[in-house]
């Protein structure tokens, strides 16, 4: 089982929210294609000799900027495209996740993720619908974009379980720090604190997409049909200030 506390570095306090209703949609992809977005100083990280990219969509809520919630920006939906990276440390391998397209409704978000973080961010009108299950569930997450909306849907059921030690789900679930590459090359990393989610049984999956448009012709072939779908209920989470390596 991954921790989210073994190797967190103790910095000050940036952002604090709850991450709620996350649909995870997975794909594999040839490595070479996310080389050339690897951070310095990170390297990408595998699972059973695969590499993965996710589509994420959740929802943000109690949002507070250094403790202090931001007008009209408490609450807002996201869907991120990410992929996973791991440094080695003398305490230990901290697995983390870098963001290639982080796409939101509010321009204030988007504005202070690339200044403080220089994370992709770009705001688009978003919309969500969450039903939780009595016997059946859906979250969808939808962005309009080219002249129409694009988005996610999953359909799950049953009730939602812890993530099984070693699985699929917790390698994409559980990277607790964050990479971005500065515009002086650098990198920088931070932490996520949460605790561990836990996940639905899927029944079924919509993904409907401008991919070229919005990530780039060389993720059209890889974001067709998800090798994998999780659908999880999320928790309060804590991100940490940056640390440049």
């Not at 190797?7 to 080389?35: G, H, Y």
């Not at 963001?99 to 992709?120: C, D, H, Q």
Request: charged share 20%; proline share 8%.
């Amino acid at each position: 089982m991954l921790t989210a506390t073994a190797v967190q570095p103790k910095t000050a306090t940036f952002l604090t929210a709850s991450w709620r209703n996350l649909a995870m949609l997975n794909f594999v992809i040839d490595p070479a294609i996310l080389e050339p977005f690897v951070p310095a100083g990170t390297k990408l990280d595998f699972w059973q000799g695969r590499t993965y990219v996710s589509v994420v969509g959740f929802q943000f809520l109690d949002t507070r900027v250094f403790g202090i919630p931001i007008p009209l920006h408490a609450r807002f939906e996201e869907v991120n495209l990410r992929f996973y990276v791991v440094r080695h440390t003398p305490e230990g391998p901290r697995r983390g996740v870098v963001f290639l397209r982080e796409i939101a409704p509010k321009m204030f978000v988007s504005l202070g993720a690339r200044w403080f973080y220089n994370e992709p961010y770009v705001t688009m009108p978003m919309r969500h619908r969450v039903e939780l299950p009595g016997n059946e569930g859906l979250v969808s997450y939808q962005w309009f974009h080219g002249g129409r909306w694009n988005g996610l849907s999953v359909r799950f059921h049953g009730e939602a379980q812890p993530m099984m030690a070693g699985s699929e789900e917790e390698f994409v679930a559980e990277h607790y720090f964050g990479y971005t590459r500065q515009r002086d090359g650098s990198t920088m990393e931070y932490a996520v604190e949460h605790p561990p989610w836990r996940v639905w049984p899927t029944l079924s999956v919509v993904y409907d997409c401008d991919v070229e448009a919005i990530y780039g012709e060389a993720f059209v072939p890889v974001l067709r049909e998800p090798t994998s779908v999780l659908v999880a209920d999320g928790s309060p989470v804590l991100v940490r200030r940056g640390v440049r390596l």
